[in-house]
């Protein structure tokens, strides 16, 4: 018996189903219908109320305040947080992305990349009236953003072309690359500069610095950035932010 079938056969149908079900909810899509979780996963209504049934109980989806609609539980809030806590990155470099805020008081993110998008898992924010936050496991494109960009570093370009054509291109401001070879120029540069750059391709007015973040076997395990008002980054700023997150990026290698 190969390992493939082997792993198969150790699958449970209905632990599948529900995982397909809260696999439906998101940040940008926080409540679904009994009709959209059913056609979202090919899963039959009488079917998948079964399973919400069960997983309301257990307390990983409720309903909502007109109970019309589905959301997720307390319990995925909980081991969300169970997740972070034990997240080593993220412990890591939480004292390098406060020194960069404190320094500068500009906001400091940290992401990972999962299934061809970028997830933030950490951000700082700054003291000022300029607030610029982003919610910790949003997620968001990698060809319009910095993080994005710095989290593919080391991707062949085959595969990121996959993920282009797999999540799309949107144009989000004006300033976005929307085309495919563009974008792997754009990186060509930034992985001979050793960081990349976001001028307001995610949003009017935003810029954006990031490098990668590596681990001891040289792997891109993430990516740290700051982000902050456009007119903010004059030149003497950008070289001293982006040595700041070079610095910062070398000594968390040791750890990690």
């Not at 899509?29 to 399973?51: C, M, Q």
């Not at 809030?77 to 412990?91: D, H, K, M, P, T």
């Not at 319009?144 to 989000?172: H, N, W, Y």
């Not at 490098?211 to 903010?232: D, F, H, L, T």
């Amino acid at each position: 018996m190969s390992n493939t079938t082997k792993k198969k056969s150790y699958q449970v149908q209905s632990v599948d189903r529900a995982l397909q079900i809260l696999s439906c909810f998101s940040l940008t899509d926080s409540e679904r219908t009994l009709v959209e979780l059913s056609e979202l996963t090919g899963i039959p209504k009488p079917t998948v109320f079964r399973l919400l049934s069960s997983l309301e109980a257990a307390q990983f989806v409720e309903r909502t305040a007109n109970n019309q609609k589905y959301t997720v539980g307390i319990r995925v809030f909980e081991l969300g947080n169970v997740y972070l806590a034990n997240l080593s990155i993220e412990r890591v470099l939480s004292p390098y992305m406060q020194r960069i805020t404190q320094k500068h008081n500009i906001a400091c993110n940290l992401a990972i990349l999962d299934d061809g998008q970028v997830v933030y898992v950490a951000s700082t924010n700054t003291s000022g009236p300029f607030q610029y936050a982003p919610i910790i496991g949003y997620r968001h494109y990698i060809h319009c953003s910095a993080l994005g960009k710095a989290l593919v570093f080391e991707t062949p370009d085959q595969d990121i072309l996959q993920i282009l054509e797999t999540r799309g291109m949107p144009s989000l401001s004006p300033h976005t690359i929307t085309d495919p070879q563009e974008y792997l120029t754009e990186l060509k540069k930034a992985r001979k500069q050793g960081y990349t750059i976001d001028d307001q391709e995610g949003a009017v007015g935003i810029y954006c610095l990031a490098v990668p973040i590596r681990n001891k076997a040289g792997a891109v395990v993430a990516a740290m950035s700051v982000s902050g008002p456009s007119p903010k980054y004059t030149k003497d700023l950008k070289k001293e932010i982006i040595q700041d997150l070079q610095i910062s990026a070398s000594e968390a290698l040791r750890q990690i």
